[in-house]
């Protein structure tokens, strides 16, 4: 756990670094979580309570961001965001963040969940930005100060995946759920993701059907 430490009765509490969580300078092909599916929260990686970013990735390209928790702790502890960005990607290209039963929890954090700025190529799929699983398997709301995520002058990413459990719900941020921004931001792909919702809306109920009426 990077800012944070268990009480006595297991509750994370925040004891923050003064800069970032954790912080990659210009590395290549690093990972930073688990890259097995299905890990459980307690061998989840926590970033919490930092006075900085929960992640940053500076330069570099091809690093893998799996199963973290970010801003938030074992089964949805409250409280403990990071004070900017739950994650930064600046001039670094062609990462994977999450991905299907491999996604990360954005949220509770000071700034956006995400930022990419001038990054291009990254995979952004099955993430939980804005809001949390608690222990019943429930999402409940955390939000990020400001967006969701935001794109700024980054191209040829893609936020989501057309896969099952492959999309990103952005919910309950404080400001906009997926921003993209400045001229050189072209050729994003947003596809299969919740943006503003948490599930699926049921299906709509059938029309009555009238009588029949017999023919005299």
């Known amino acids: ?23 990659l300078d210009n590395v290549f092909n690093a990972e930073i979580g688990k890259l097995t599916a299905g890990v459980t929260e307690d061998l989840m990686n926590k970033f919490a309570g930092n006075s900085g970013r929960g992640i940053q990735v500076q330069g570099g390209e091809a690093n893998k961001i799996l199963s973290n928790l970010v801003g938030t702790g074992k089964y949805g502890e409250l409280n403990v965001g990071n004070s900017l960005e739950g994650l930064k990607l600046d001039n670094s290209s062609n990462n994977t963040v999450g991905g299907v039963d491999k996604g990360n929890t954005f949220s509770g954090n000071g700034g956006d969940g995400i930022r990419s700025e001038s990054s291009n190529g990254s995979i952004f799929s099955g993430n939980l930005v804005g809001v949390l699983r ?76 009238l009588p029949l009426r017999p023919i005299t």
């Open 1 to 23: 756990c990077s800012g944070c430490f268990k009480d006595l009765n297991g509750i994370l509490q925040p004891v923050g670094n003064a800069l970032d969580g954790i912080r």
């Open 134 to 209: 608690r222990l019943d398997n429930q999402l409940q709301s955390a939000p990020n100060g400001a967006n969701g995520l935001s794109i700024i002058n980054s191209a040829l990413n893609s936020i989501g995946d057309p896969v099952a459990g492959g999309g990103n719900i952005f919910s309950a941020n404080h400001q906009i759920g997926v921003l993209i921004d400045g001229f050189t931001s072209g050729a994003n792909r947003i596809w299969n993701n919740k943006i503003g919702v948490v599930a699926d809306p049921p299906p709509p109920a059938p029309e009555p059907q």
